[in-house]
């Protein structure tokens, strides 16, 4: 049985059969879809920087059907999953279901072991140089189990629950869930003596936002508050809050901006931040404070830890139309994703399955449809220019 188990050809066939397995239940798509989809990849979800090969319908088709020879390379098996992941998002079954990226990694290094007889010695699968693929890997984080926390809160997701009893009492248990998870961290708090300009509904970000290692988040009106300039801080913030006592509108930027410290510190989180290029073209607080603040949205996006892509006016971001979008996800194994969605006034933080699958889907479709990082910088150099 040992000897069979390391035959090159079963071990072959036995990878193969998995990736067809993934296949099947991602749809299964065509082989044109799939290689239309791989041709629009700039960057994975997820908070990684693997770049997505173009897969050919001949060569998907050749490899699957297995006219091949030996194993395909790990660069091409990282990007037909992370598609099929997306394929399968979008026909409403749960990406994780097909196995995530790190998962796939195991799986080829121990195909790769018994195919070749050694364990396999590469580079990096993203061709970076060791030391900063690891950097990059830090930033993706991992998870464990959280007593009191609800399993299914894990995947990101985007309807709302129904307004039965029932709907709103798990919706109660869930959030209780949310602020039981935000007093596990440390950081729980750390806004406190500037309780006077923190709404409610913003409490539980705060605390969320400062122990999170990936925050993904898709922006329609302003930038980011993590990456505003004081100045345009203060103009936004006196929008709402324009007749404030100033005192008020100072301590609102200076919370704004201690929350930015973060980027800049040892350990930093990963942020990835989608932005409409509308918003850029807008000149809050005026051409100067909107010409300064292009320029540092360029500076930081060059951060080993933060991503910036702009959806372009042409492409609309119609898969969130709703609004704005964040996603928070921490470092440990298997604590439960959280969805914030603001709102003039307010926010929700939407806790079921089925929302938490559509916010994930929403997510993925923005980060296909926008401006890859690098033709992002560009269009931000274009607009300092004045273009």
Known sequence: MESSSADPAVVLARFLACLNDIWIKAGPPSYAEVEALSRKFATPVQGRTLRVEELKRSTVQRILSRQGKTLPKWPWVAS????????????????????????????????????????????????????????????????????????????????????????????????????????????????RRYWDVVPEWAELYLDLERAARLIHAYEIQFVPGLLQTPEYAEAVIRLEHGTAPETQINRRVELRMLRQKRLWGPNPPRLWAILDEAMLRREYGGPATMQAQLEYLL?????????????????????????????????????????????????????????????????????????????????LRRLCSGK
């Open 299 to 379: 500076k930081v996006s060059y951060l080993p830890n933060v991503g910036i892509q702009v959806m372009p006016l042409g492409k609309g971001g119609y898969a969130a139309a709703g609004g704005p979008i964040t996603a928070l996800r921490f470092a440990e194994e298997l604590l439960p994703d959280v969805i914030y969605l603001e709102r003039l006034g307010g926010a929700d933080y939407p806790t079921g399955a089925a929302d938490m699958l559509h916010f994930g889907q929403v997510l993925d479709r923005l980060s296909i449809e926008a401006a890859t990082p690098v033709e992002s910088r560009d269009m």
């Open 80 to 191: 037909l999953v992370t598609v099929l992941r997306v394929i399968a998002s979008q026909n409403g079954v749960a990406p994780d279901d097909l196995g995530t990226l790190d998962e796939w990694k195991a799986r080829y290094e121990e195909a790769w072991r018994r195919f070749h007889g050694r364990p396999r010695e590469t580079p990096s699968p993203t061709g970076e140089r060791p030391d900063t693929a690891a950097v990059r890997e830090a930033a993706v984080p991992r998870r464990v189990p959280v007593p009191g926390v609800r399993p299914e809160l894990r995947r990101l997701a985007g309807i709302r629950l129904s307004g039965s009893s029932q709907g709103r009492d798990q919706a109660m248990e869930e959030h209780a869930g949310l602020h039981a998870l935000a007093g596990r961290f440390k950081t729980a708090g750390w806004w």
